[in-house]
Structure formats: C-alpha cells, structure tokens
Nanobody, 123 residues
Framework: QVQLVESGGGLVQAGGSLRLSCAAS????????MGWFRQAPGKEREFVAS????????YYADSVKGRFTISRDNAKNTVYLQMNSLKPEDTAVYYC????????????????WGQGTQVTVSS
C-alpha cells in the first residue's frame, strides 16, 4: 500500500514557475514508477510526465516538454514536478500516481493516486 500526498500548488502568473512535490508513504517507493497527471474542469485526466523507479528514464507530454521537469529522491520518498514558463492552459488539478510499471502514460496502469493539488495560472 502506498499513500501519496501532493503539495506546492497555487496561483501564479503566466510565465512563472511552481514546484510540485508528492510525498509517498511506505518502504517500497523506490520500486514504483511515478507519474504526474492533470485534470482541468470539464476535461479528462491527462498525462503530464512519468519517471521510472530509479529515476534514470523520464517521459513527457508534448504540451509540457521543455518546460516541465520530473525528478525523484528515493531517499526522501518524494517525486517532484518543476514547472517553468507556465501558461494559462496549464491550469488544472495536478495528481501524482504510483505504479509497478516501467514507465507509462495511461492512468489505468497506475495503482495509487494522491488527492491532487490545484495549479492556477493567470494571464
């Protein structure tokens, strides 16, 4: 069982930056690939970024590539999402997720989810 708690969301102007954190409970964090997803009002949940268990491989949605960076610290049981050059279309609730997979973009491949943190980007 893995419990995930996101933090770091907030209100930022377009062009600004935020760093999201996702703290995981349990001793097996380093066995899980981690992903970030987001869901805007009236839209489906969409993939943002993923990182494999060791942190050696990452994958990004085209919409955030070059602006967002996913990383993890297995000693701290934490995964991060550094978001730069934010745009109003990045406004959404951001969720982290954990799965015993290599790396994946499909939400149904992840077993555990956090409650989400709101990110609002004003124009």
């Amino acid at each position: 069982q893995v419990q995930l708690v996101e933090s770091g969301g907030g209100l930022v102007q377009a062009g600004g930056s935020l760093r999201l954190s996702c703290a995981a409970s349990g001793r097996v964090f380093s066995s899980y690939a981690m992903g970030w997803f987001r869901q805007a009002p009236g839209k489906e949940r969409e993939f943002v970024a993923s990182i494999n268990s060791s942190g050696g491989n990452t994958y990004y949605a085209d919409s955030v590539k070059g602006r967002f960076t996913i990383s993890r610290d297995n000693a701290k049981n934490t995964v991060y999402l550094q978001m730069n050059s934010l745009k109003p279309e990045d406004t959404a609730v951001y969720y982290c997720a954990a799965g015993r997979i290599a790396i994946a973009t499909m939400p149904n491949l992840y077993s555990y989810w956090g409650q989400g943190t709101q990110v609002t980007v004003s124009s």
